[in-house]
């Protein structure tokens, strides 16, 4: 009998012996996988946000409209940091477009993408074809250095970009 206490003690993580049962303490964390249901394009410019909407709603027919600062909590305590955000849908697909600034009041959206200066965000569909059409035709407007696209699963900082 002592033995098979012994081998059944060894085999259970912590464990709480009493008279009626045995109440294992071991536990286990469900993890989350956060739904990115987004894709990710970084653009890198000297212009300011509404110039630079300005001239994608100009060059590929869109029309960004200013929406209310994206309101996140980066640093984890009671301040907010705000991030310039511009809105644009595509009816016909229900496709949205985000244009979100990097560089808040107080901080990095993206902090691990500092030398890009905007994001533009594209939640729903998309088609393979239409994504790189659109990074081509960003890429031609003269005043965008850089427009890039981002696989958001490699982005340490992900969670700031679900609202």
């Known amino acids: 009998m002592y033995n098979l206490q012994q081998n059944f003690i060894a085999n259970i993580s912590i464990c709480i012996f009493t008279a009626a049962k045995v109440i294992n303490?071991?536990?286990k964390y469900p993890k989350f996988n956060i739904d990115l249901d987004f894709v990710l394009i970084a653009v890198t410019t000297s212009q300011k946000d509404y110039r630079i909407c300005y001239?994608?709603?100009k060059h590929l027919g869109f029309n960004f409209t200013?929406?209310?600062?994206?309101?996140?909590?980066?640093?984890?305590?009671?301040?907010?940091?705000l991030f310039s955000r511009y809105h644009y849908n595509w009816e016909t697909t229900e496709t949205d477009f985000y244009f979100i600034a990097n560089k808040g009041s107080d901080g990095y959206l993206i902090p691990e993408l500092i030398k890009h200066d905007y994001f533009l965000l594209i939640k729903n569909y998309i088609d393979d074809h239409d994504l790189e059409t659109l990074v081509s035709a960003l890429n031609k407007i003269p005043e965008i250095l850089t427009a890039v696209k981002i696989a958001p699963k490699k982005v340490k900082s992900?969670?700031?970009?679900?609202?």
């Open 25 to 27: 303490l071991s536990r």
């Open 55 to 57: 001239l994608i709603n």
């Open 66 to 81: 200013k929406i209310s600062d994206l309101s996140v909590n980066i640093y984890n305590d009671e301040r907010e940091v």
């Open 158 to 163: 992900r969670e700031n970009l679900l609202f």
